[in-house]
């Protein structure tokens, strides 16, 4: 899915990255965590006076990613459902369309273990085709055809057993609760996402 994202950059991957960005820069911090950085789209929007630690799974995303990334990123390949590396404690996590688990506990369960005091900023994609495929850009929605191959591509990823799970505000909020003391949940990306703010 990631060549997908990167081949077919979009005005609404660059609203999900700045809205990112702008909870980033209004949060206090000095240490960022993004886990499932992929070739490094928001990475490299990262403020570059924090401390990053950039997971990914990906061998060949990580090595593209370093091409745009600052001397402040360090990448780190790995599965982070299974190992986060914990030599000190970041102020945010983000996991920006990164959280495809089938068990949406499992995600959050693992988010809080390792965001422990900080913030964690979730950027999902709604399940909705029709909130996807259609951004509301200048107060009306417009078919968007990049969105839609995107997000068909997800859900036929889906279908040959690939994880690609989309949760809704509802589900982020009530399944939240039982990890975070905080949650509140937002759109992004002109509609396209959810961005979930979670804090204990």
Known sequence: MGFLYDRFLCEVDKKLYSDVVRVVQDSKHDSIDELGSGSGQLTRRLPTTSKIRAL???????????????ENVEFIQTDFYKEIPNTYDS???IACRSLYHPDLNVSLDMLAE?????LAIVAHPKPSLWDYALPQINGSRQLNLIQLIKGMSGRISNRIGHSYNLFD??????????????????????GTHNLVLLQQ
């Open 56 to 70: 990914d799974f990906s061998e060949k995303a990580i090595e593209k990613a370093k091409k745009l990334a600052g």
């Open 91 to 93: 102020d945010i996590t």
């Open 114 to 118: 390792h965001t422990g005091q900080g």
């Open 169 to 190: 505000a509802e589900e982020f909020e009530k399944i939240g609760k039982q990890s975070f003391n905080q949650v509140h949940v937002e759109n992004c990306a002109y």
